[in-house]
């Protein structure tokens, strides 16, 4: 039995409709994720909020994703990981930088893996990174303030691949391509 509503411009509440249109405007059709999180307002405002927040950081659009797609393996979000695989594609990603994200295993390139470590820190210790990742992160030539762009993107993405897993959000068609599992 659905518990979660998956919503149509028409059928979501009024504090979310404005947002999921704007959504549906940009991809050209609409997310079931975003469908679903439209149940509340709140929660979907507040994640558009932080996403576009994110993207407005001092972090590359390839580093971005890579955060992002580092988050959303950890959290086993399988919508995440297709619709981001196909940001990092878009973006003229290799396939083995792809390949290691969707597989949670040592980039190929240094400092993108150091990013991902330091992205991991973030996970695992709660924002309590010990102080030899956060220079092991600095020294591969990120600032202080891209820590806390990390710690932005964390829980921006925290929220999505929660709210994601919650609902039991399905993949769409228009990402079968990048469908993904979690290693057992």
Not at 147 to 160: C, W
Request: net charge negative; charged share 15%.
């Amino acid at each position: 039995m659905p518990v979660f509503t998956a919503h149509t411009p028409e059928t979501a509440p009024a504090a979310a409709r404005r947002a999921i249109e704007g959504v549906r405007n940009r991809f050209g059709w609409l997310p079931t994720p975003v469908a679903l999180m439209a149940e509340s307002p709140q929660l979907l405002a507040g994640f558009l909020a932080a996403s576009a927040g994110f993207e407005q950081t001092t972090l590359a659009p390839l580093e971005r994703e890579v955060v992002i797609l580092t988050i959303s393996t950890s959290h086993e979000c399988h919508f995440c990981v297709a619709l981001h695989t196909g940001k990092l594609t878009a973006l003229g990603a290799t396939p083995e930088l792809v390949a290691a994200l969707r597989a949670s295993t040592a980039l190929p390139e240094p400092r993108l893996e150091a990013l991902r470590r330091f992205t991991l820190a973030v996970l695992h210790h709660r924002g309590a990174v010990p102080d030899d990742e956060l220079d092991d992160f600095l020294a591969a030539g990120y600032l202080s303030r891209q820590a806390l762009d990390v710690a932005l993107g964390v829980g921006a993405y925290t929220m999505s691949t929660f709210a994601n897993r919650l609902t039991r959000a399905p993949l769409d068609p228009p990402l079968a391509d990048h469908a993904w599992t979690p290693a057992a």
